[in-house]
């Protein structure tokens, strides 16, 4: 027989659309799509604007990182490259004025510093900031307030460096790669590369950081990389804009996976609307192909159309999908302009490729098992409907929908331990929530005996059709569930995110307080109503040797390591563990008088090779001390307190030299305390954060708008799933109101029995999805986020009740045509 | 058991239906011999239940027969699988059944073409339209099943049935949802197209009126033929 599968398919894709039979699935299919893309493009957008902010932290997109002069090669392959550079040189000398010396952190620039980002600057104490994207000009510095107010000199005087005189230009307020650790920093002069040689400051044995500040298009970055680190000097490294800061990177990473998420929930809940849809389309297609099959076409022929209209329907609805989602991301942008750069890159062309793909892998796995059914149907059934729609094989079911999601969510999570959490999760919940369903159908049932009128219609009819209510429910439970995770997500997890940084995070560090100035210092801030956090005792110590291994800089391949082990640590001992610190393996020490030992942050520990019973040595004021790891922490780098990557126990630091660290906030218009601070105690250093703050926070914000725009396709897609529960039944429902409407059921009661039945299917839905949700929040928060997370009461009252009124609302209004049909009029159509 | 007649276009031989239900076994048909010659108008007869609708199944070769065979064009049945079946159908069987079953995402014409395009037919288009001239739908091609009325579209299927001028059509009760007058144009349209495409008929009826105006009419009671 020769068949024309294509133009019989093509007929049949084209009036299924013009019939309306697609748009559900086409909904869900598209909303997938849309959603992936959206992110896709948005992330891609975000991510490199993200990564711009990182390069504002070190002023570059990249930089060569060395304790000696860097080779030319470099600069040359850079240039050649069509990247931006700058040189930066920066090392610690005495400046002098009339007052007498000053220690200052020296810092010796191209014009170009800074690539990225701006310093700010001042032209008195009293002045507004203005901001300049340029170094200082030949025989000019630019200096921190609190270095005119050590030397008391003003703007336009001269400061002498090294050999010569430069001229104070302007006060430098915040600059963008400040370079080095928080502490130590003595107040920073920025100055003009040209004019180093006449100071002579410069020796071959001097120490000095030399810094080769790159910038350019993310390819270029990305692509010298490599070249550089195979050409690394053994005292060089390289330091990406996202390695900037820990605190930084903590706030990406979150707001990544916090994206990751809401993609991946609308994703499954989007996979719930297709699998509906697609189970509504192949009751409706029934009759056609038993006609089809009475006609003469064979199975092969009918599973050859409907193979090839499903991948052109897929290959259509993806793509208008990658078109919303386009679009989704360019209206974020457009309404978000005030928010981000103007500049903000355009996103690559991949998400098409990962939206078409993930709307292909959703529909086999979801819509083929069903459709495949399709190919099945009696021929019979032309002339005898009572027998029914082929059953689609559960374990088909499971096993293709089950591997779609496996594919996408490893795919989409882009982290196993997420996946497997998330996988695990879909599944259990799945089973729990068909178990339960079935369950609570039961008890409909039982409830529908005992009572009367349309009370016992509407129970009834829940319990009547116990496949059809298990799908049904679990349509309006995923629904349900989706809006949930969405107030979880959006109110208690964005807030304990924004509450992880609050208002009042510290914004000052104090250091190099001395022991004799704790205490007058904690008089004088308390006299000042500053809340300080507690004042901790700080030493030095050169890490020299691990569970015997001598700790050598070279023998580390991850620069990080390399970089760690060539610092000195600042270490610190107490009794007890930081408030924001968690122990993840191991005890802290139970008081003071324990015998010598460490704790250790986990995620140097990890970089370093350190496991837990390891003997650490640390060169400590000219001789070591040494104990075993007692503990690993976990440390909230984001928090702002002050943190240490080792502790000790009291026994073991607790004679050593020691300075005193805290932190506080101050607000903007009580900063004149800092002044009278440093009077009252010279030596100390005020270490102003607040601009890095502000930049963390500015992530964070940004970050909780876009995870809410994300989250938006959730909530569309959960509104689908619950229509398509609604739908589900209407076929079986059109029948049933023909003949009880034909047996005298008035109106009104079947209207009432409508709504009892929806609204029952929706409070069990909703207590259901309520268990789920608060669930999930409560894992995803402990686990995935490492957020404190509360139980929510409202949730449950909104979940149970507000899903009862919607779904008994929704599905009484969405049947309620069947009711103004005139009876024959439906059981004809449905006969 | 006896072999088929050359001449035959359908034929039943000891045939027999019996299911297994949750009440226990029910005989549908018993030991029915049938034999059904080209271009003859058969007209069975019979009360609900009796029967006659799975006879028509089984004798279309939709269905399994518990026992007996059935032979389709000079084919038996049983030698055939799913696809074999469907194939022997294609363009040599037609269908005519009491809700008429036009698909009704399908315009008229696109209706009458699926059977066409199925088999591949060269011309299939002039061919669709001729057989909705044939039937008087020709202003109507363009409309959707729901768009017409009851008489109208099983006017579309019995165009649809004939189109590809197949040698046996079988109508389940082609008149049950029309009424009386509507129910006399379908008949005339259905003897009219048989006796011009020389077509076999098989009808399933319990309308007297409507039987008698076939070549030969046969009673089912209780699964057997009288």
Known sequence: M????????????RQDWRSGELYLLSA??????????????????????MDRQGSELIAADLAVESSSSLPDTFQAESDRMGLVSARTLEFRSVVVADRGPQLVQIKAVDPAYPLRGQLRLRDGFDSPDRTIAAGPPAGEVWVESRLLRLLDIGIGDPLGVGDTQLRIGAILSDEPAQGGGFFNLAPRVLMNRTDLEATQLIGPASRVTHRLLLAGDARTIADIKPWLTARLPPNASLVDAREARPEFAAAVDRAARFLRLATLVTLLVAGAAIALASHRLVERQTDAVAVMRCLGAPRHLLMRVFVLRLVLFGLIASLLGCLLGWLGQAGLVAALSGWFPSDLPSPSLAPILVGVATGMIALLGFAVPPLVQLAKVSPLRALRRDLG????????????????????????????????????????ALVSLIGAVLLLVRLAGGLAGRSRGVWRLGLAALARRPSGAVLQIAGFGIGILALLLLAVVRVDLLRAWQDSLPVNAPNYFLINIQPHEVEPLRAFLRERDIDENELYPMIRGRLIRIAGREVKPTEYENPRAERLATREFNLSYGEKPQPDNRIVAGDWWPDAKAPPQFSVEQGIAETLGIKLGDELVFWVSGHEVSGPVTSLREVKWDSFNVNFFVSASPALLGNEPATFITSFHLSADRESVIPELTRRFPSVTPLDVDAILKQVRQVIDRGVL????????????GLLVMYAGIQAS?????VEHGILRTLGAGRRALLSSLAVEFTAAGLLAGLLASVFAETTGWLLAEQLFELEFSFNPTLWLIGVFGSGLLIGLAGTLATYPLLIRPPLQTLRRAG | MSAPTAQAVSQAIGLGKHVNGPAGGLTILAGLDLEIGAGEAVAILGASGSGKSTLLGLLAGLDDATAGEVWLCGQRIADLDEDGRAELRSGRVGFVFQNFQLLPTLTARENILLPLELTGTAGAVRRADEALERVGLTARAGHYPRQLSGGEQQRVAIA???????????????????????????????????????AALVLVTHDLRLAERCDRRLAMENGRLK
Not at chain 1, 28 to 49: K, N, P, Q
Not at chain 2, 174 to 183: A, F, I, R
Request: aromatic fraction near 10%.
């Open chain 1, 706 to 717: 876009a995870v809410e725009y994300v989250f938006l396709f959730t909530l569309i897609a």
């Open chain 1, 389 to 428: 729609t082929p059953r689609t094989s559960a374990a088909l079911t499971l096993a293709a929908a089950g591997l779609a999601l496996s594919l996408l969510i490893f795919w989409q999570a882009d982290n196993f331990a997420l996946a497997w959490k998330l996988l695990a999760g879909v599944l259990g």
């Open chain 1, 28 to 49: 869900a299919l598209i909303l997938t799509v849309a959603s992936i893309t959206a992110v896709g493009f948005f992330t891609d957008r975000v991510e490199a604007t």
């Open chain 2, 160 to 198: 649809r049935a004939y189109a590809p001028r197949p040698a046996v059509l079988f109508a389940d009760e082609p008149t049950g949802n029309l009424d009386q007058v509507t129910g006399e144009h379908i008949i005339d349209l259905l003897l009219d197209l048989r006796r011009d495409a020389g």
């Open chain 1, 730 to 734: 209407l076929e079986d429902r059109r």
């Open chain 1, 2 to 13: 020769t068949t024309q599968p294509w133009r019989i398919t093509l007929r049949l894709l």
